[in-house]
């Protein structure tokens, strides 16, 4: 009898050691984590099919934060440029640079 067991399947990777604060409670140990996709077979993850967006989890009062500060640089929206003036980041929005107010 043929049984196969495959599919995809969710796994939760921490993303980087340095502990952050949680801005609920307080909690002092929250870590970067991110849910991969697996390809799997019995179970055993062969490969990622898909990189989840990181996010900021706690442990203690189950809040999940959103981690806009966090970047991995590919999957960020172009919703800004860099003045070419002082090379701060600027909303593609704005005509003048807040920081410099030259003409972008
Ligand atoms: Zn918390
Ligand atoms: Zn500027």
Known sequence: MFFFIGGIQPKTVTVDKQARTCPSCGHV??????????????????????????FLICENCNTIIDEHGYSTGAERPMREKRCPSCGRKVDRDFTFCPYCGKAL
């Open 29 to 54: 140990e929250v870590y970067l984590k991110r849910v991969d996709h697996y390809m799997s077979l019995f179970f055993i993850p062969l490969f990622p099919v898909k990189r989840g967006a990181p």
